[in-house]
């Protein structure tokens, strides 16, 4: 059984969709007021108190621990919520990095004090997180990151710079992995995970506008930041095989599908507005259904790997790759159709959300990854590299 | 069981079925006789394998449309030169009608006409090497004898165009059509897709860890790495698609989830036969090197039931139908069971 004749069309249990009517019913009423060039920022929206509604209806951390404020649920249930939400264009920026990737990392590998400390903050949509991987000269290559925290008397002494960190103006703490020991020569050697609090002196976070006017990653700068010893999180020195084991998480999932989803339905409600549709108009909208449902399929494929312990790191990396591609292929496709139009009046709220998608898009090939990383690990995991 | 039959098919296939044989069929056929295509035909219903759609008590497996994506995923990855996958189909659906089942091969055609009081097809997939054709016109399905036909060449060596005179309409069965032909052999045609994208992608991925250029394999080249990643992503793609199109209790096909498959594998089919002929570099596109025997079969399997362009139509019209959040068009073709056929 190899990596491409491995993956089988597998459904969702009914147990993971028991939510999702509720769900449903809960986010019409919750996003209607807003309007959908704003519900299309998708998982870049930032709205701290929707993040604690859905910590009081218990739709974050679901899979977490009873004991650390989680719900004990299964993976497919998040999935069904996580769906819900991305096709809803809900604003879940807040709570996104911290629920996905910091308190599941906390969970593995802190501390049980860690862990009662983090968790149950996360849950409740009250505590946010950002992941301070990028410095200015290591990007892609990761591996060459020069932050350092030095052991002293009081725990670690923080210095350096992490740049292109996603919400760290909003969020009260940082996993950054820096280097503890060793040299740059070291290469993946001789790098941890730190808890940073972001609200220590020494903290600096400068956020830096995209093309598309928002605001929503930065430079955050370390100097002498003192950490407490129980900053560290997991093993010292074993911050690379941590970070690399999150990432089959991160690359499968929803929201390396959806992305451009609310853009895609509004601009479905307009066709159906037209007495008849151009033939270009049903194809392009054909095109995109036939390709967007397997790559569904090949998420949840992978999704059920995961549960069953598996790391699909290459499976994941498929997903995502194709699956930002056609992300931007949407509002590309989407304009080039609405602009071939004669005599026809696009609204103008349409137009809003497609010229936000079109500035927007270039960041899905490079977040998690850029494009020639992720084929890169696919061509490592065909045995090529 | 269906561990089984699939290893059980994937040895004879191994065996009877190799390059050198469908190379044979190929031009003894263009030569106007193929004693290779009866000897393996003769394996094929020694072994039972046309008969695996029907019910246990006809003497089949009583394979759903979902299990023979399995059986169908095998002849694609072989080349399968002779049209068993539409046989399988056909078997089916003429028990299912009360139809007694002839012997021998059966081709299908979902696009019968109506010529000079008879029946005409053109472009009729492995007629050259079948008895039988079923096709469909309008309500109706024919069964219809190759021998009283007159056969014309095609473009394809192993297919045909067949007229037949009216007086030949004698001696075929006609029966309402319960299905659509047209969808349930595009759902077998996508597995058949998956089949040889699989076997074109293996092949390249193994010919560029083999080939040395500059002191080294090619596939140690960022620029090949990277086009081989695209395919792997293109064939796991279509390979989904595939199955979903596949996705049945009974042998009758849904029509969305087959433009789902369709659309996807015929999309792939092209772009995974230019990567690997550019990979391959000359000698892949020689008639001596084994890979021209799945590229062309992505081209034709593409051009048969309907290309990506003809089923992406069919699937915007129902998405657009449907009204209501993408979404959940997407879950009814990935999450839903078929109705039972």
Not at chain 2, 267 to 277: N, P, Q
Request: include cysteine; hydrophobic fraction near 45%.
């Amino acid at each position: 059984m190899t990596i491409l004749n491995g993956l089988a069309l597998t459904r969702i249990p009914p147990e993971g969709e028991a939510l999702r009517a509720q769900v449903r019913a809960f986010l019409q009423e919750a996003v209607k007021d807003i309007p959908a060039h704003i519900r299309a920022k998708s998982w870049s929206g930032y709205d701290p108190a929707f993040s604690r509604k859905l910590g009081e209806k218990g739709w974050l951390g679901m899979t977490f621990p009873t004991a650390y404020g989680g719900h004990a649920q299964g993976a497919f249930a998040r999935y069904v919520v996580v769906e819900e939400l991305l096709n809803f264009g809900a604003p879940v920026g807040s709570h996104w990095i911290a629920e996905r990737q910091s308190a599941p990392l906390i969970l593995k590998y802190g501390t049980e004090a860690q862990k009662q400390r983090y968790v149950p903050q996360v849950a409740r949509g009250e505590s946010f997180f950002c992941i301070g991987m990028s410095e200015p000269n290591a990007g892609s290559d990761l591996a060459s990151v020069r932050t350092r925290a030095t052991p002293n008397d009081a725990g670690w002494l923080l210095n350096g710079q992490k740049i292109w960190t996603t919400n760290a103006q909003h969020c009260q703490y940082m996993i950054a992995l820096v280097r503890t020991s060793g040299e740059a020569a070291d290469r993946q050697k001789g790098l941890s995970q730190l808890i940073v609090d972001l609200s220590l002196p020494g903290v600096t976070v400068r956020p830096i506008e995209d093309m598309s006017g928002d605001r929503h990653f930065c430079e955050v700068f370390f100097d002498n930041v003192q950490l407490a010893p129980d900053a560290l999180v997991g093993a010292e020195g074993q911050g690379w095989e941590q970070v690399t084991a999150e990432l089959a998480f991160e690359r499968s999932g929803p929201e390396r599908l959806f992305s451009s989803v609310v853009l895609l339905d509004q601009w479905l409600a307009f066709l159906r507005t037209q007495a008849a549709p151009r033939a270009e108009s049903l194809k392009l909208a054909g095109q995109i259904l036939t390709r967007l449902a397997p790559l569904r399929a090949l998420s949840v494929a992978v999704q059920e790997k995961l549960v069953q312990g598996q790391s699909p790191i290459v499976e994941a990396a498929l997903v995502k790759d194709q699956g930002t591609v056609l992300e931007q292929f949407i509002p590309a496709a989407i304009a080039d159709d609405l602009m071939a139009l004669e005599g026809e009046a696009v609204p103008h709220e349409l137009l809003l959300t497609l010229n936000y998608l079109t500035l927007v898009s270039p960041c899905y090939t490079l977040r998690g990854g850029t494009r020639s990383i992720l084929r890169g690990m696919i061509a490592r995991g065909l045995g090529l590299r | 069981m269906d561990h089984l039959i699939t290893e059980a098919l994937r040895d004879l296939l191994t065996g009877q079925c190799t390059p050198a044989v469908v190379r044979a069929i190929e031009s003894e056929v263009a030569a106007g006789q193929s004693p290779a295509a009866a000897a393996l035909w003769q394996q094929i219903e020694d072994t039972g394998f046309a008969d695996l759609l029907l019910s246990e008590e006809a003497g089949g497996a009583g394979l759903a449309l979902r299990d023979a994506f399995g059986v169908w995923d095998l002849l694609g990855q072989h080349a399968m030169p002779l049209p068993l996958a539409d046989t399988m189909l056909a078997r089916a659906w003429l028990a299912a009608a009360g139809v007694a089942l002839p012997q021998g091969a059966i081709a299908l055609t979902p696009k019968l006409a109506a010529a000079e009081g008879g029946l005409r097809a053109s472009g009729v997939r492995g007629a050259r090497v079948a008895s039988w054709v079923l096709g469909q016109q309008g309500a109706d399905l024919w069964l219809l004898p190759v021998g009283t036909a007159q056969v014309s060449a095609s473009i394809f060596v192993l297919d045909a165009d067949l007229h037949w005179p009216e007086a030949a309409l004698a001696s075929a069965t006609r029966v309402p059509a319960a299905a659509s032909l047209l969808v349930a052999q595009a759902g077998l045609v996508s597995a058949l897709l998956a089949g040889s994208l699989l076997t074109v992608f293996e092949s390249t991925l193994n010919f560029a860890n083999e080939r040395q250029q500059f002191g080294r394999p090619i596939g140690k080249f960022q620029a090949i790495q990277h086009e081989l990643a695209v395919m792997a992503e293109h064939v796991s793609a279509a390979r989904m698609a595939a199955q979903i199109a596949c996705e049945a209790d009974g042998v009758a096909a849904d029509p969305l989830k087959v433009a789902v498959g369709k659309a996807r594998t015929s999309e792939a089919a092209v772009e995974v036969a230019s990567l690997a002929h550019s990979i391959h570099g000359a000698i892949g596109f020689t008639t001596e090197f084994d890979l021209q025997l799945y590229t062309r079969r992505l081209h034709l399997w593409r051009q048969t039931a309907g290309s990506e362009s003809y089923w992406q139509l069919q699937a915007g019209q129902a998405l657009l139908a449907a009204g209501g959040m993408a979404l959940d068009v997407i879950r009814e073709i990935t999450d839903s069971r078929a109705a039972v056929a």
